[in-house]
Each structure stands twice: as structure tokens, then as C-alpha cells.
């Protein structure tokens, strides 16, 4: 099997860019999984399927097309990649996400991911429960405050719409379904690194990533 790296941690600590980076350093290929169910809660809300109704989204996840490439995503041969990013789909995400059948249906398509030369996986419980086997696992984390104004200045560079309390507040939400969920909770994986970005610079901790995956 190709070699894994996986980055998890909650919303906010820099996990895709670090991810991103390390990916293209490396010559690896790159797994978003957030996207993946990012643009499952979209089918659904374009389905009417509820986002409470756990077999039918799991359904629904066994039924759409989803392809990544790169910062493209593409649902079902459209274009999502705007759509997926807003605040309020991220919120969706967590929602489709609690159901053990949605986690069960996307479990294949994500280790199918891992191919030579080798995979860097973004996301919850890649080294959980996803790829336990990986060769490095790091936990990256920041302080609640950091981590919303992060959100808050991604948004506005994109020139979305964008309210600082709000992101708290959602944050707020969204780690504590991530982190109270029964199946694949948030939280740092075994023989998991724990990495603390807050007050670092993005080049600071990918440093100390590089370093990680080179060691
Ligand atoms: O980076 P950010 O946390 O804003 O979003 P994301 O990584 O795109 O993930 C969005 C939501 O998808 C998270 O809040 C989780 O509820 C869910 N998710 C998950 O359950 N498992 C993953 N491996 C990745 C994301």
C-alpha cells in the first residue's frame, strides 16, 4: 500500500493549507475529506434529502459522483467548488456527518485514495479510523479565538460574506458535533503528534510538519 501522512483537527487550524503544502513538497497526492461530505450535505439539500435522515444519506453517498482535483471539486460532472465553501455548508457537513452510514459509505472512497507515491489526508478521523496504519499522525490544533479569525479572514479573501461572531458561534456548533458524535469522534488518533498552531505562522508550522514527515 502507498505511504500515508494524515493531518486531523478541528475547523480553523490551518489543516487544509498545511495539508495542501505538504502534499506538493512531497509529490503526494492530497485527500480533502472535508469536501467530500461538504458536497454530500449539498446533494442532499438539492435532493430534498433531510440531513437528520441517516440510511438515505447514506444511500445518496453510495449514489453521487464526487471527484477532487486539487482545489476543484465536481459533483456528479458539476462544478461545487464555490458552493461547497460557504459557512453554512460547512455547518451541513457536520450534520451528514454524525450518520455511521454516511461514515461507512464514504470509508471506501477515501482509502481508495491512497496511491504511490503516496497520500497526505486532510480531515476528522483520517488517522483514526480511516487510514490507522499511517506512516506519520499529526493532530493539529489552535485556540478557539485563532481559529475563528482564520475562518473569518479565508471568507473575506474570497470575498464572501463573512460575521466574526457568527464563525464563533458556528465553530462553537461544529466541534461540539464533531466531538460528541458516537461514531469516529474528533480527537488525537493513536501515536498521534500533536501539533499547536496558534500564534505560528503558516511557514512555521509547516516546517514543523516537513520535519515530521522527514524524520
Ligand atoms: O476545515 P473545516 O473544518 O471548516 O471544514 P472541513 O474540514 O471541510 O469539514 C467540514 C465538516 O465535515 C466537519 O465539521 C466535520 O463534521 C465533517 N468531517 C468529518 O466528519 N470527517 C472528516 N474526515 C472531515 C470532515
Not at 4 to 18: F, H, R
Not at 156 to 184: F, W, Y
Request: hydrophobic letters at 40%; a negative charge.
Amino acid at each position: 500500500a502507498a505511504p500515508v501522512i494524515t493531518i486531523d483537527g478541528p475547523s480553523g487550524t490551518g489543516k487544509g493549507t498545511i495539508a495542501g503544502l505538504l502534499a506538493a513538497h512531497l509529490g503526494w497526492h492530497l485527500l480533502d475529506s472535508g469536501a467530500l461530505y461538504r458536497t454530500l450535505a449539498l446533494a442532499a439539500r438539492r435532493r430534498d434529502v433531510d440531513l437528520d435522515a441517516g440510511p438515505e444519506l447514506g444511500r445518496l453517498a453510495a449514489q453521487v459522483r464526487v471527484q477532487l482535483e486539487g482545489e476543484r471539486v465536481r459533483l456528479d460532472g458539476e462544478d461545487v467548488s464555490a458552493a461547497i465553501r460557504t459557512a453554512e455548508a460547512g455547518v451541513d457537513a457536520s450534520r451528514v456527518a454524525v450518520h455511521p452510514d454516511v461514515r461507512a459509505a464514504l470509508l471506501g472512497w477515501q482509502r481508495d485514495a491512497a496511491v504511490a507515491p503516496g497520500l497526505v489526508a486532510d480531515g476528522r478521523d483520517m488517522g483514526s479510523r480511516v487510514f490507522p496504519d499511517a506512516l506519520l499522525k499529526i493532530y493539529l490544533d489552535a485556540s478557539p479565538e485563532e481559529r475563528a479569525q482564520r475562518r473569518y479572514k479565508q471568507l473575506k479573501d474570497k470575498g464572501m460574506d463573512a460575521n466574526l461572531r457568527d464563525l464563533v458561534q458556528e465553530l462553537r456548533v461544529r466541534d461540539q458535533r464533531d466531538r460528541e458524535r458516537s461514531e469516529s469522534p474528533l480527537q488525537v488518533p493513536i501515536a498521534g503528534i500533536v501539533v499547536d498552531s496558534t500564534s505560528k505562522s503558516i511557514d512555521e508550522v509547516f516546517l514543523q510538519v516537513r520535519d515530521l514527515a522527514e524524520a
